[in-house]
């Protein structure tokens, strides 16, 4: 596997990981709001899959798994040995999945604000009012509904 090909399989193998614990997070986080996460808006609900998790993770994945990514990668706590070849594919260490979990959970208790209407918190706090938000919208469609502002 050459150099850049390696690359882009361990980008897109690292967001893969993330995005999967993010999707957990949505989950919970529609349960938590009353709704059932199968039932998507912008996703098929085919195979039962979460589509409306899948829908809510749409507004933050890239806010925050290309964001841990990218800025592990940049600091240079991602780094080649994090990663392996096998079969064609690359696979993520021990360490590797260590410092990208790291990342991802200072990332979601990170503070921020302007990113919803009138509303402050960490990330993981913003996730859950957007479910809480869009639980709001669909039982009652004349509440207006508004994406996450990306730079607030």
């Not at 990981?17 to 059932?36: F, I, K, P, S």
């Not at 780094?79 to 999945?97: F, Q």
């Amino acid at each position: 596997m050459s150099g850049s090909s390696w690359a882009v399989g361990a980008v897109l193998l690292h967001s893969n990981q993330l995005g999967r614990v993010l999707l957990g997070e949505c989950v919970t986080a529609l349960y938590a709001a009353g709704l059932d996460p199968v039932f998507g808006l912008l996703h098929s609900d085919k195979d039962r899959r979460p589509s409306l998790a899948l829908d809510l993770q749409e507004e933050f994945r890239p806010l925050i798994v290309d964001q841990v990514v990218a800025e592990a990668a940049r600091q240079g706590r991602l780094r080649v040995e994090h990663a392996r070849t096998e079969g064609g594919g690359v696979l993520l260490t021990k360490a590797g999945r260590a410092v990208l979990l790291d990342g991802y959970e200072r990332r979601m208790l990170r503070r921020t604000r302007g990113a919803l209407p009138e509303f402050t918190g960490t990330w993981r706090r913003h996730l859950y009012r957007q479910a809480q938000r869009l639980a709001a919208t669909i039982m009652n469609p004349t509440t207006p509904w508004t994406g996450l502002a990306w730079r607030p």
